[in-house]
């Protein structure tokens, strides 16, 4: 189904583990580090239609924020040898991403790539990369979910769910 023919209340249930879609005070209350992250629809289509546009490939970029809080998507090249099933960041572009990130008092929050496959489950891979604290966004076609690393993780052993709050004005 095409983005466009989803109404905001279904595509928000879609990307929320089947959770019921963010009441005002939910998104007002203050959330638990990591079961929640706040982001701008537009980044979601974004990420949505780079995903769309490259279907054999794994996308990838940067998440930037604060406190479970993306304010700013970073695309970046996926320079795995096989991107059809890996991403790779160069070493390069994420010094550079670090230091643009601090210079605006934002850090890197987490990242999002896809999965050609059509899952939006992080893989044993994505666990061996995964650093503590980090946000992942898996995104699949018409489907994107999010993730939280820590050690309490339950797929792969890294990762719990974590729910996607569609905010504007964050
Ligand atoms: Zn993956």
């Known amino acids: 189904m095409a983005l466009r023919f989803i109404t905001p209340l279904g595509f928000l249930q879609m990307i929320c583990h089947g959770n019921n879609?963010?009441?005002?005070n939910r998104i007002q209350s203050p959330d638990k580090k990591g079961e929640t992250l706040f982001i701008n629809p537009n980044f979601v289509k974004k990420i949505l239609s780079e995903t769309r546009a490259r279907p054999m490939l794994e996308i990838c970029g940067l998440l930037l924020g604060s406190s479970g809080h993306v304010t700013e998507i970073m695309p970046m090249p996926n320079i795995a040898p096989n991107p059809r099933r890996f991403?790779?960041?160069?070493?390069?572009g994420l010094i550079t991403a670090h230091r643009e990130a601090r210079r605006r008092h934002l850090?890197?929050?987490g990242h999002y790539h896809s999965h050609p496959?059509?899952?939006?489950?992080?893989?044993a891979t994505d666990a061996a990369l995964a650093h503590y604290g980090q946000y992942w966004l898996i995104a699949a076609f018409?489907?994107?979910e999010g993730w939280y690393a820590c050690k309490s993780g339950r797929i792969e052993g890294v990762f719990l769910p974590c729910e996607l709050i569609l905010h504007k004005s964050v």
């Not at 991403?87 to 390069?92: K, L």
């Open 21 to 24: 879609m963010a009441s005002s």
């Open 87 to 92: 991403f790779e960041m160069e070493t390069a």
């Open 107 to 109: 850090s890197v929050i």
């Open 117 to 123: 496959s059509g899952s939006c489950l992080p893989s």
């Open 142 to 144: 018409n489907k994107i």
